[in-house]
């Protein structure tokens, strides 16, 4: 409880300090930032600390976080003294509602995961351990780049700044690692939660008295209740597959050999249900097929697997991975692109090639942002990168209209941002080296039409529905435009899953061949197989077509506006100097159109379905060999994007009068009657097939919310059900740095391989082999995994000393695991080695 204040607290100020600046660069929200501080605040915090701690300014400690505190602090000052304070005063009082359910969300969010996760603390499975290690590594670096434990004598080789940020709030809280593993995932649950209720606050705010800083409270329901659906969707709501597996359970549509569940295709539900009166399946980690729905054939019968996870799998999973570790930071990109595209951080900067109509301080907003997003999680800078640039070009559209000027507009701001999110991580690129290996055409593996509603159908039943409602309102549409665009960009994938291939056939036949032949197919009949598979599957195109044919149409009717010359009516403080920069200047035609398209929403669907349909033709070539990784990466943020979009929606569906005249991009008019009852009873069921699986998914993780004990701590577990291995890491955590020799194992391993660097910060030889030939070339790794097993097994001394001084080993550590693992020869160890350490069948020897 001490530690989960202590964090609460921490963050919560974070929060405050870090609103100041956002209020200043944020003119456009009208919540003028305050969802994104928390946010905005680590973001500014953990770069400001990790840069300094690179260049030797500061060291990874008390004083190099102070030092980033301090900094931006500053930065809030600098803003403060640009507007007089008593303009912010002025806007918390009037949203003072706003406030108020933003804390309390933050807060109910925090808590909420910090429950369930303290009643699962175990970080056992999947790639915890490796996470463990990571935030363990940082914590205990000397100095940056933090050095991989599981690779001693290397710095880490993966997008780490998360982990940063986690060892952050460790040390400033003096939280150890394995609490602070279970409260990040906490707090990324409840920093994601008001970053998504923010962005749909933003998005249904009314701007039409033209003052952003409105009273909050004069639309309560659509202001504050509304907004929840954000959270609801992107947090809550999850894929068909738990509901599926209710009805599986209860042995409904199960009759014969050829029913429901064997036409669906999905393992365990194709298998005849047991016998049971249970609504929780009770097999072992249920739970999981819901991130494994879309299966993957090869053409001759074997089967691939697609991991296809959604936001509350990962948080019932509690895997602190990137994915994870982004997701405010995703929303406050997203949030970013919604300033841009309302009319903020208006300015020029004349560039060699060209102007760029954004002011200094909003380009380095952005080029920080990409450049975090990189760092976070690396696959992530694609989807913001594309949202910002795009809604860059929508407001020049708003402008000067469409043309083939806005091409030029993408590509001003993209280029010379990334290029800038570059060199300010410059010290995180030199040192990372990416498993990519360039994009390969997918010719086999089309997604099936079944499994992409199981994957999808609680997000595109209220998108859907949404279209709809703007086609019965007659919102103006270009369907021409948007038919030869989808069109372009349907064949466009063909062509480029073309050129791919028969380079590749011309250019490495030693590598394609063998998979044809894999497949028993010629070339020729390996394409015609591959598409009479595509027309088997066909629904899951045409799903994703009649999002995008719709979704562009109205987005080619945004209405083009003349600026005007008249400027809203600005806060008197600080006026002048925010006019100087252009960030205030948006122009009243930006905010204050009553009949504007929903372009923003609309560009959010159209983005999220052709990260869908992407992996259809083409993926990202890995260590994995096929579209995997593509797949789990595209559709996570697909999600993100959908969710954001099927809330709004539901919002403009559900409200019960009419403020479309108040949105400055929603239409005027609503569903009524026979529609909107239709509407209300679907949502109704999109909340009981969304929310079954985290409703059951939860009491099966926390075995019913009776654990062995309520902790935030694992170390408890290890100490627990190990008391000497225990022993054995609290005195190596106090003992002087050093490397230490452990038993080596594969990747997952259940017996615990890697333990000892994981829960002590110190590094060993090597932790898990395959996790270390995914981040670098396994060819580092040389002899070190034989090595090992020589160290302990053999009887020559001599030998084993050589190991030693090779890899400047400190502590050789002789555990249960090393005795199951080698065939331990441990006299030479008590004969030319200190004791320093033992207790029970635990000894641990210092080299001198």
């Known amino acids: 409880m001490t530690a989960f204040l202590s964090w609460y607290i921490l963050v919560a100020l974070l929060g405050w300090l870090t609103f100041p600046l956002a209020y200043r660069l944020f003119p456009a929200l009208a919540d003028r930032g305050y969802t994104l501080s928390r946010a905005f605040g680590l973001l500014i915090w953990g770069y400001v600390f990790w840069l300094s701690a690179s260049l030797g300014i500061a060291q990874n400690d008390i004083g190099g976080l102070l030092l980033g505190l301090i900094a931006l602090g ?135 008295s033209g003052v952003v800083q409105r009273k909050s409270s004069d639309n309560p329901l659509s202001s504050f209740l509304f ?59 249920w739970w999981w097929r819901a991130s494994r729905v879309v299966q993957d054939y090869e053409l001759s019968g074997a089967f691939r697997e697609v991991i296809d996870e959604f936001p509350f799998f990962s948080y019932l999973l509690g895997d602190l991975h990137p994915h ?30 060209g102007q760029l109509h954004i002011s200094k301080t909003g ?25 910002i ?70 997000l595109f039943v ?122 205030g200047s948006i122009s009243g035609d930006a905010l204050s159109r009553s009949k504007g398209q929903p372009s923003f929403v609309l560009l959010l669907i159209i983005l999220g379905s052709l990260l869908i349909l992407g992996p259809d033709f083409l993926y990202l070539r890995d260590n994995f060999g096929y579209r995997i990784n593509t797949v789990f990466k595209f559709y996570y943020q697909a999600w993100i994007l959908l969710s954001l979009a099927s809330a709004y929606g539901t919002a403009v569906l559900l409200r019960p009068f009419d403020f479309g005249s ?4 929603d239409p005027p ?55 000497d291995e225990a022993a054995a890491m609290l005195w190596l955590r106090s003992a002087p740095d050093g490397v230490v020799a452990e038993a080596v194992g594969g990747s997952y391993s259940p017996q615990g391989h890697g333990r000892i660097s994981i829960y002590t910060g110190l590094p060993t030889l090597l932790g898990w082999p395959g996790h270390e030939g995914q981040w670098r070339d396994y060819a580092l790794q040389g002899s070190r995994q034989q090595d090992i097993e020589t160290l302990y097994s053999t009887s020559d001394w001599s030998t084993a000393q050589e190991i030693i001084n090779r890899y400047d080993i400190r502590y050789v550590y002789v555990g249960n695991l090393e005795r199951t693992t080698y065939h331990i020869n441990e006299d030479k160890f008590n004969r030319f080695l200190k004791l320093v350490f033992q207790q029970g069948n635990v000894a641990i020897y210092e080299a001198p």
Request: charge should be neutral.
């Open 74 to 208: 500053g930065l809030s000052a600098w803003a403060i003294s640009n507007l007089k304070f008593s303009s912010i005063l002025s806007f918390l009082k009037s949203n003072s509602s706003l406030i108020i359910t933003t804390e309390l969300l933050f807060l109910l969010a925090f808590g909420f995961m910090a429950f369930v996760r303290a009643g699962n603390p175990e970080i056992l499975g999947t790639e915890k351990p490796m996470e463990l290690m990571f935030i363990n590594g940082i914590m205990n670096s000397p100095a940056f780049p933090p050095r991989d434990l599981w690779l001693s004598g290397y710095s880490i080789s993966y997008y780490y700044f998360g982990y940063v940020m986690t060892s952050m709030l460790a040390m400033f809280t003096g939280t150890p690692a394995t609490a602070a593993f279970n409260l990040m995932i906490a707090l990324i649950f409840g920093l994601s939660a008001v970053g998504a209720y923010g962005i749909l606050y933003n998005l249904l705010a009314n701007p039409k």
């Open 227 to 285: 907004p929840l659906l954000s959270p609801l969707f992107l947090l809550l709501i999850s894929n068909v597959e738990g509901f599926l597996d209710v009805l599986h359970t209860r042995g409904l549509f199960w009759s014969g050999d050829k029913n429901f569940w064997t036409w669906l295709d999905i393992p365990e539900l194709r298998d005849a249900p047991a016998q049971t009166a249970a609504w929780i399946p009770e097999r072992f980690w």
């Open 324 to 353: 994870v570790l982004s997701m405010p930071f995703v929303l406050l990109a997203i949030a970013v692109a919604l300033n841009l595209f309302l009319g903020g951080w208006r300015g020029n900067i004349n560039l060699y090639f």
């Open 363 to 387: 380009f380095i907003v952005v080029a920080l942002l990409l450049g975090g997003l990189a760092f976070l999680n690396t696959w992530d800078i694609l989807v913001a990168a594309a949202l």
């Open 389 to 458: 640039v795009f809604s860059y070009a929508l407001a020049r559209v708003r402008e000067s209209g469409w043309g083939w000027e806005r091409l030029e507009d993408i590509l001003l701001l993209g280029i010379p941002a990334i290029v800038t999110g570059y060199v300010m991580y410059l010290p995180f690129f030199i040192g990372f080296d990416s498993q990519a290996g360039g994009i390969v055409p997918n010719f086999m593996f089309p997604t099936r039409g079944a499994h992409l509603w199981v994957m999808w159908g609680t």
């Open 462 to 583: 209220p998108v859907f529905f949404y279209l709809i409602y703007l086609m019965r309102t007659k919102t103006p549409a270009d369907w021409r435009a948007g038919m030869w665009t989808t069109l372009i960009f349907l064949l466009g994938l063909l062509a480029a899953m073309f050129a791919i291939g028969l380079i590749a056939l011309k250019l490495k036949p030693d590598v394609i061949n063998p998979i044809l032949e894999s497949q028993g197919l010629d070339a020729g009949a390996f394409i015609a197989e591959s598409f009479m598979r595509r027309l088997a599957y066909i629904g899951s195109l045409i799903t994703l077509l009649a999002l995008l044919i719709p979704a562009l149409s109205f987005l080619f009717k945004f209405d083009r506006r003349p600026p005007t010359e008249s400027p809203l009516q600005r806060e008197s403080q600080g006026d002048a100097s925010r006019r100087a920069e252009g960030e």
């Open 662 to 665: 108040q949105s400055a991009f």
């Open 669 to 723: 008019l609503r569903a009524r009657g026979a529609a909107n009852r239709v509407f209300s009873v679907s949502f109704a069921l999109v909340l009981i097939v969304g929310l079954t699986y985290p409703a059951l998914g939860v009491f099966t993780k926390t075995n019913n919310f009776n654990p062995f004990e309520y902790t935030l701590d694992d170390f408890d577990r290890v100490q627990r059900e190990n008391p």
